[in-house]
Structure formats: C-alpha cells, structure tokens
C-alpha cells in the first residue's frame, strides 16, 4: 500500500512540475562539486541508503531526458545515476564517509580553540553537557562550512591521487623503455652470434691449411691470430725467419 501511495504522490508531484522546475534541476546538478555524490542528490552526509534510493528515483524522473526538454537533461541523468552507484558502493561510500569525518574533527578541533578565547560560550558548553556542540552541528552554518571543508579535502585528496598516477606511468614507461633495451640488446648479441657460427666452417678449414703448410690463407680469408715473440704468455719461441 505504501508503496502504491508513493508511485501517486511522485505522480502528482511530477504532474505540478513545470518545465522551468525541470530546467532548474538540470543546473543544479551540473554545478555540482564532481567529487560529492551527496552533493548530486542534494542530500545530507548522514543519510541512508534508503534516502538515497528514494531521492534518486524523484531526480532522476525530474530530469530525464524524456520528461526534460533540457539539452543537457540526459548529461544531468547520468551524473545521478553514477552518484547513486557510488552511494551504493561500499568502499566508495566508506572513502567518502571517512573524508566527512575528517572534516568535522578539524571544525571540531577549530571550534574548540575558539571557545577558548569566548568564556561565556566555553561556560554554556559545559553547563549544556555537549548540547550546545550538537545544536550547533545541525546549523545551517555548520552544515555549509562542512560542505566546504570536505571540498577541499576530496579535492586534496584527489589531487595527490593523480600526482601517484603520473608516478605510477612514468615508472611504468621507464621500466618498458628498459625492457625494450634489454631485448635490443640480447637481439644485438644473438644476431652477432649467429653471423660468428656462420663463419665456423671457413675459420676452421682456414687454420686447418695453415697448420699443415704454414702459409697464409688467400686475401680475403680468415688467419689465426699471430703469437708475438715478447708476449710473456708465450708457449714457444717464434725461431727467426732466414731472408734472401
């Protein structure tokens, strides 16, 4: 039954919206701080996942692109749908939940450096046993001055993500720049190699002629290296050659 009741009521609703409302909404999304998936669907840090079920499906047909003549409309549709599949991520939820809380500890820690130097408000505090903290937390002041600073911590956040993804590639691309030298290298080396064993035969049979005769190989042809007569590694003495 609650369920029919809702199905008229957004009818109804929908049924009053003018194209202008629609229009309005289609702005609103895209001005929206990227990285703020409560801010897409206009919605609290401490909502649930039911508040953020039932806000998507009333934006969602506020701004499709069937109902919303918008040129923007079908941009502004696919900004909620990929912010209620961040809320409904849990590890994405998690991150953005964890930089909420962040932020209010630095508001918190602020805040209480200023109730240092303002007795009255400091006595109030106490007295209130926390209450005056919680009343101010539901502030519309504090609410926007949260908003903010999670802003800017999502945005330092993000930030420093991309600076490690740029590290991450350009080590990636000097590990692949260092892979490819070394595979030039071996391909150098295999190469020369082969050229090497391609000579064998003639290398052999060149020394082989010239350990039986003595004499040198034709031009052209590969020698055996000479033993010079002061190497001191010598294995022999090179007996002088008679001449004339």
């Not at 991450?168 to 590990?175: F, H, N």
């Amino acid at each position: 039954m609650g369920e029919i009741d809702d199905d008229l009521l957004l009818k109804n609703f929908f049924a009053e919206v003018s194209e202008v409302e629609r229009n309005n909404e289609v702005v609103r999304i895209l001005s929206c701080f990227k990285l703020n998936a409560f801010d897409y669907l206009n919605l609290p840090f401490d909502s649930s996942l039911e508040d953020v079920k039932k806000q998507y499906r009333k934006l969602s047909l506020l701004v499709h692109p069937d109902k919303c003549k918008h040129p923007q409309a079908k941009e502004a549709f696919g900004a909620l749908a990929k912010a209620q599949q961040i809320l409904h991520d849990p590890q994405e939820r998690e991150y953005l939940l964890s930089q909420v809380n962040a932020a209010k500890e630095e508001l918190r820690a602020k805040r209480k450096k200023q109730l240092k130097k303002d007795n009255a408000s400091k006595i109030k505090s106490l007295v209130d046993e926390g209450k005056y903290e919680q009343q101010y937390e539901q502030s519309e002041e504090f609410k926007q001055q949260l908003k903010q600073k999670v802003q800017e911590l999502l945005t330092e956040q993000e930030w420093r993500r991309r600076k490690m993804q740029m590290r991450i590639s350009e080590e990636e691309g000097r590990l692949k720049k260092d892979e490819e030298e070394t595979k030039e290298m071996w391909k150098r080396k295999r190469e020369h190699e082969e050229q090497w064993e391609g000579t064998r035969e003639n290398r052999v049979s060149s020394w082989r002629d010239f350990m039986k005769t003595g004499k040198k190989g034709k031009k052209g042809e590969i020698r055996p290296p000479k033993l010079k007569t002061e190497d001191p590694n010598k294995s022999y003495v090179q007996r002088p050659v008679k001449r004339g």
